[in-house]
């Protein structure tokens, strides 16, 4: 039987970690981390994320302030505050929630977050940071993924990845973690050829195309590790919605460890980006 790993106790236990990273600073004297949610318009799925992100700030003693700006809210304004957030020693962390609103260019936006606040890890020159290899702030899922694939890898170095997505905020980012890993990445997609072929070589498989149940049993080499990234919701045969994840679970039981959907990769988002302000606040603070 697969291991089944359990991300809300890794979770839990990096917010542990985190909590006393933030006592630390205090008892140094440095400023108590604080981190800012900014948020545009009533998109109700995104008003839950924040109101989850504020309150897992209070866990660890991280300072949250939130912005909620009206849907009409116009991108000079906008961009006007996150200037503004940018300039204030208090605020170590700066994360716009998205999707913006479609009169607001998103990319603008995020790029006008300064690198050395920007949480979430989006913009280009933490990209580049990450690409290259020379630090920075690592997007909060990727981080996650690796430090879920960390409690059960013991040794990185030569492994065979098959990264299954090429998204900029899962896919790519992971691709580059594994390779700093010194594992031979390979990145696929769903217009992968022979992608069933590919997967089944792999020690560590993530699966991040947002395609349910896309990965077979079949495409799993006993042994493997599965990190599942996906989340649909989908019907079930009794006529009730149920949460699945980019991997078939019950086919995967030759592998040596998997991710569960919910409970795996999820938890994990929001304690990376606790973890990131508090790194945050710490390379402010010279
Ligand atoms: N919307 C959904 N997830 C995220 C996230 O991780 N960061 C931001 N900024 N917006 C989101």
């Known amino acids: 039987?697969?291991?089944?790993?359990?991300?809300?106790?890794?979770?839990?236990?990096?917010?542990?970690?985190?909590?006393?990273?933030?006592?630390?600073?205090?008892?140094?004297?440095?400023?108590?981390?604080?981190?800012?949610?900014?948020?545009?318009?009533?998109?109700?799925?995104?008003?839950?994320?924040?109101?989850?992100?504020?309150?897992?700030?209070?866990?660890?003693?991280?300072?949250?302030?939130?912005?909620?700006?009206?849907?009409?809210?116009?991108?000079?304004?906008?961009?006007?505050?996150?200037?503004?957030?940018?300039?204030?020693?208090?605020?170590?962390?700066?994360?716009?929630?998205?999707?913006?609103?479609?009169?607001?260019?998103?990319?603008?936006?995020?790029?006008?977050?300064?690198?050395?606040?920007?949480?979430?890890?989006?913009?280009?020159?933490?990209?580049?940071?990450?690409s290259t290899g020379t630090g920075g702030i690592v997007p909060c899922t990727p981080l996650g993924v690796m430090l879920l694939l960390e409690t059960v890898v013991d040794d990185f170095i030569g492994k065979d990845a098959v990264v299954i997505g090429k998204s900029n905020i899962v896919g790519k980012p992971v691709a580059n973690l594994l390779l700093d890993r010194e594992c031979t990445v390979t990145v696929t997609h769903i217009h992968t050829a022979n992608l069933p072929e590919i997967a089944s070589k792999a020690d560590i498989i993530v699966a991040a195309a947002g395609a349910p149940e896309l990965v077979k049993g079949s495409w799993v080499k006993p042994g493997a590790v599965i990190i599942d990234v996906g989340i649909t919701r989908i019907m079930g045969d009794n006529g009730k919605e149920r949460l699945v994840g980019d991997v078939k679970f019950d086919e995967v039981q030759h592998a040596k460890a998997v991710t569960p959907v919910p409970g795996g990769v999820g938890p994990m988002t929001i304690s990376c980006l606790l973890a990131n302000t508090v790194q945050a606040a710490r390379a402010l603070a010279g």
């Open 1 to 130: 039987m697969a291991e089944i790993i359990d991300g809300r106790a890794v979770a839990n236990k990096l917010d542990e970690r985190t909590k006393q990273q933030v006592d630390e600073m205090v008892a140094e004297g440095l400023p108590r981390p604080g981190l800012t949610v900014i948020l545009v318009g009533d998109d109700g799925a995104s008003q839950v994320y924040v109101r989850r992100k504020i309150k897992a700030c209070e866990k660890v003693g991280i300072i949250s302030t939130e912005h909620r700006l009206p849907a009409e809210t116009s991108q000079a304004d906008l961009l006007a505050l996150v200037e503004q957030l940018n300039a204030d020693p208090e605020v170590h962390g700066i994360l716009c929630q998205v999707p913006l609103p479609d009169h607001i260019d998103t990319r603008t936006v995020l790029r006008s977050i300064s690198p050395d606040k920007d949480v979430d890890g989006f913009h280009p020159v933490n990209v580049g940071r990450l």
